[in-house]
């Protein structure tokens, strides 16, 4: 008789991964919430950096949006489209002031000077940043 007892297994193994995922969910919220105290493991490269450049300002080509410690003058946008360098070779140098940004230079640039450096707009893509390039200045447009 004791064979054909309903054992309720599979809510039983419902329950089981209920529990699991809970204390996976608090786990996760208190490292959240407390990242600082665990440690982790920072790349010197762009490896794994997920913090995208989409825009610093109204027009990054006429205004120099990019400041970080040691270059408060700011910087210009030099290009319109990314380049492709491999993550694994781009260094950091320093986070942007505003703290959103990564500022990467090339591991080959390391002795050649401070410029130009990249802010990371995809995998393996990045924006340049630099002194200004020449472009007219700007007109605005005015109505017919």
């Not at 408060?72 to 942007?96: P, Y």
Request: charged residues 25%; proline residues 8%.
């Amino acid at each position: 008789m004791a064979a054909n007892q309903i054992r309720d297994t599979p809510g039983r193994l419902l329950l089981g991964w209920a529990l699991l995922l809970s204390c996976l969910v608090i786990l996760s919220w208190r490292i959240h919430l407390r990242s600082e105290d665990y440690e982790w493991t920072e790349y010197p490269t762009a490896l794994g950096d997920t913090r995208y450049y989409t825009t610093l300002g109204k027009d990054d080509r006429y205004e120099p949006n990019l400041r970080y410690p040691g270059q408060e003058q700011g910087l210009f946008r030099r290009a319109e489209d990314a380049v492709a360098f491999d993550d694994a070779t781009m260094l950091k140098r320093a986070l942007d002031l505003t703290g959103r940004h990564f500022i990467y230079q090339p591991e080959v640039a390391r002795g050649k000077g401070p410029l130009p450096v990249y802010l990371k707009t995809a995998e393996n893509r990045y924006i340049e940043f630099g002194a200004r390039k020449f472009y007219p200045p700007f007109v605005p447009k005015t109505g017919p």
